[in-house]
């Protein structure tokens, strides 16, 4: 009977136990002291802990999948119970190939499913990231020979197309700051297009800062921006020149006529047998325009012009201020495109 009642106590403590919420969750990877670069065959220490979890984990139902791949070819995997020690689980690896190491780890259930999150963008909860080994050994691609030559006639290619935009009002949720919808003439298929914010106080007497923001991969719409600064001009474009506040059905549209069959934007190997039909060529050429464009602003100062982006926003971003003279600073998060070699990849 004793053993019974314990049982019972038992079983009803588990079914007493609260949901997990996992909105506010995430993993985090670190290595000691931040460390980002280590030597060919050193021992990498990549600590991962979950984190934003407010309700206890029963036991053996919740587990963090892992897995280490390399520019080395190799790959490793292992599972860690949760809840975990709250020192955190260390992977453990090591490279005789100069390139990156890569560790993924996701949270998953006992049926090997990765738990949802309502989220805008992650629909999981998950980590990647890891560490770079000998960078300085790692082989460069040759630059093409006729790289400036090509460049140079992208350049006047797009010097053909006058220096102009459409900017029309939006309605602001900032008093302090007017918010427009911007079209930039562009050459290729399609505009430059992105929202602008000046505060109102700016003026040809009082001019400001510029920050240029590109917008990564997405397939969403370019949402207007509700959070406006009132130090500086601000403006955010998406890579792809589609129209402003057409709605979604009209953005899926969009990205479906952009995207062969099989294939994400740009990435299609018919497109991309000739640099002439590449996507990314006008895609580059928006990116010059843009900077262009908006260093004719009367509010600006002149001096202080900074472009930031994330991802393929920092791929633009680069571009943007290689073509483009008087950039002063760039915030680059995460760029996209660092790897590839054009003619052999």
């Known amino acids: 009977m004793k053993s019974f009642v314990t049982l019972c106590a038992a079983f009803c403590g588990v079914l007493s136990l609260p949901a997990v919420n996992w909105d506010g969750a995430s993993i985090s990877g670190t290595t000691p002291d931040g460390r980002m670069c280590y030597g060919r065959n050193e021992e990498i220490v990549l600590t991962l802990n979950l984190e934003g979890v407010n309700e206890p984990l029963p036991a053996n139902t919740y587990f963090i999948d892992w897995e280490r791949r390399g520019d080395d070819g190799k790959r490793e995997k292992g599972r860690v119970a949760l809840p975990m020690s709250p020192e955190g689980f260390a992977v453990r690896t090591s490279s005789a190939t100069p390139g990156w190491v890569l560790v993924e780890a996701n949270v998953i259930d006992k049926a090997g499913k990765r738990v949802p999150k309502n989220h805008p963008w992650e629909k999981r909860v998950f980590f990647q990231g890891g560490a770079l080994v000998a960078p300085g050994e790692i082989p460069m691609a040759e630059e093409p020979r006729d790289f400036d030559a090509f460049w140079s006639g992208c350049l006047k290619e797009l010097s053909k197309v006058p220096l102009a935009a459409d900017v029309k009002p939006v309605e602001s ?16 298929p399609r505009p430059v297009t992105g929202w602008l914010s000046v505060p109102v106080d700016a003026s040809a007497s009082n001019r400001l800062p510029i920050e240029a923001c590109f917008r990564g991969a997405s397939h969403d719409d370019l949402a207007i921006p509700k959070e406006l600064p009132h130090d500086r001009i601000y403006m955010i474009v998406s890579a792809n020149g589609f129209e402003l506040g057409k709605g979604a059905e009209y953005v899926k ?74 950039v002063t600073k760039m915030n680059a998060n995460g760029s996209w495109g660092c790897d590839g070699k054009g003619q052999s990849t």
């Open 173 to 188: 949720s900032d008093a302090a700051v007017k918010l427009y919808a911007v079209s930039i003439a562009c050459a290729g």
């Open 253 to 326: 549209q969009f990205f479906a006529s952009i995207c062969k069959p099989g294939f994400e934007y740009g990435f299609d190997p018919d497109s991309n047998r000739s640099r002439e039909t590449s996507y990314w060529k006008y895609c580059a050429l928006r990116a010059v325009r843009y900077v262009q464009w908006i260093k004719t602003l009367p509010e600006w100062d002149g001096k202080n012009l900074t472009l930031s982006g994330g991802s393929q926003g920092d791929w633009q971003a680069y571009w943007a201020a290689a073509f483009v003279p008087g």
